[in-house]
């Protein structure tokens, strides 16, 4: 069963009509400016479509990880404003999520307006296992679509819900997940888009297959490493979890990033990698830093004695060795097929970023299918002064491409597949709702 798309919504006509849209705008920032915009670029052709066909678009996104409070350090504000530098429309922005002010905000969309809501993870309900706490927030989140404030509206005015936000289709959650239960759902352009790219290294790659995974998410990535093993011909391991990595074969790490309980399912990794199959390349040397800083004293050494050098075992590793940089560009050349997630080392700071650049410049050199997914990864190439048009693709979701290429379902997804086979009464759920929130 496949979704139906934003073309079906389209052509069913949205004048007039509140469409809540899921965006992925979790964009980095820096001293409260949007410091790459990849996401929102990504995430306008849905939302300026809609709202050229005369929606009410309300936007949902997430920004960071809150603690499912307000926390004004994640306030989406940077991202509301850089949208509307980037369509020269007006862009408004609730202070909450399904609050006063969006529910004001909403009610007084005109056609054609957008409307940003604040974080959904300023609610903690948006995140919560407790599924009937995060059905309490999609339901409100559906009553946004029930009134158009206009008093001749009656009955409540059909809303519908569009997916567009690839990097979190792997999260359940409410703003992901639960609202597609209450009103009509469609799959937006980005994400056919990325399922339709990503597809193509799910079924028969070109071989040499090569994995190369970084980042700092330690734990998600290494439970991926899994299924990856039975699909890639070699995995290239740098940034934080190559520590987990060398612990696990008995090296010191200082303080670098450790997953201390990860050590057990990386020991059998190795041993899996050891007894065939895939192969797992590890770095030999590390760059070690005194402090996590820019302008922090650093040195290369071998990962057999990473604790050996000026600042012993309070030393943390920040980015892969010149050798290792050597090696994994060899790999990556001769590969037929990449796909990259994760920056190598901390590559917001210049001193570190060598890992990461030539990462990013042997998959240009490739002449091969190459895929480079994830935020921070797609941020790290545009910083590096790579271009997009350099790579096959640059998918804006990390965890979520690397969930898709596991073949482990996508809740997102799953969630709109359902919402087309009518799963329980969804438009009447999302009526019902909107009275509930009204
Ligand atoms: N050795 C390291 N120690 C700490 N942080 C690291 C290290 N290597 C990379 N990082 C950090 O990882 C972050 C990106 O990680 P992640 O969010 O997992 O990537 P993506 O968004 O591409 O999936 C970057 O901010 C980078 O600074
Ligand atoms: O940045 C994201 O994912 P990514 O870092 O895996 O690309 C998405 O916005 C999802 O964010 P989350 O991993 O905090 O759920």
């Known amino acids: 069963m496949t979704a139906k798309t934003l073309d079906d919504l389209l052509e069913a006509g949205v004048a007039g009509r509140h469409v809540l849209v899921r965006s992925d705008l979790n964009v980095p920032l820096e001293d409260g400016v949007v410091a790459d915009d990849g996401r929102i670029r990504a995430s306008l052709p849905v939302i300026t479509a809609l709202a050229d066909a005369g929606a009410r678009v309300v936007v949902m996104a997430h920004l960071g990880r809150p603690k499912g409070t307000a926390d004004p350090a994640y306030s989406l504000r940077p991202a509301a404003e850089r949208m509307a530098e980037l369509t020269g429309r007006k862009v408004r922005l609730a202070t909450d999520v399904t609050g006063a002010s969006a529910r004001e905000e909403s009610a007084n969309l005109p056609d054609g307006g957008i409307l940003l809501l604040e974080n959904v993870r300023f609610d903690p309900r948006e995140t919560s296992k407790d599924e009937a706490e995060r059905a309490a927030l ?3 989140m559906a009553a946004l679509t029930g009134d158009s404030g206009s008093s001749e509206s009656a009955p409540a005015t059909q809303g519908a819900y569009v997916d567009d936000a690839f990097g979190a289709v792997h999260r359940r959650h409410a703003s992901v997940y639960d609202i597609a239960g209450l009103l009509p759902s469609y799959q937006g352009g980005l994400v056919s888009r990325e399922l339709d790219v990503l597809s193509r290294l799910t079924g028969e790659p070109d071989r040499p297959y090569v994995v190369v995974l970084g980042g700092s998410k330690v734990s998600d990535k290494l439970a991926v490493i899994d299924n990856l093993m039975d699909r890639a011909d070699t995995l290239l391991i740098g940034g934080g979890m190559l520590f987990t990595f060398l612990k696990a074969q008995g090296h010191e790490v200082g303080a670098s990033l450790l997953e201390e309980d990860q050590i057990p399912v990386v020991t059998e990794y190795l041993k899996r990698a050891e007894e065939g199959g895939c192969r797992i390349v590890l770095p030999t040397d590390i760059v070690m830093a005194s402090a996590f800083a820019a302008d922090a004293e650093h040195e290369v050494l071998p990962v057999e004695s990473l604790t050996s050098g000026a600042h012993g075992a309070s030393a943390l590793g920040l980015d892969i060795g010149p050798e290792t940089r050597v090696a994994f560009g060899e790999e990556i050349r001769r590969a037929e097929t990449v796909f990259w997630n994760g920056p190598m080392g901390v590559f917001e700071f210049e001193a570190f ?20 997914g994830g935020g921070d990864s797609a941020a790290a190439v545009r910083a590096l002064g790579f271009d997009d048009g350099q790579f096959g693709h640059i998918s804006t979701g990390g965890g979520a491409s690397l969930e898709y290429l596991e073949g482990k379902p996508l809740p997102g997804i799953d969630a709109l ?19 509930a929130g009204a």
């Open 353 to 372: 970023a060598h890992g990461t650049r030539t990462v990013a410049q042997s998959l240009t050199e490739s002449t091969g299918l190459t895929v480079v």
């Open 138 to 140: 999609a339901a409100e």
């Open 417 to 435: 597949e359902r919402s087309t086979t009518g799963h329980g009464t969804a438009q009447d759920a999302g009526h019902d709702a909107a009275q």
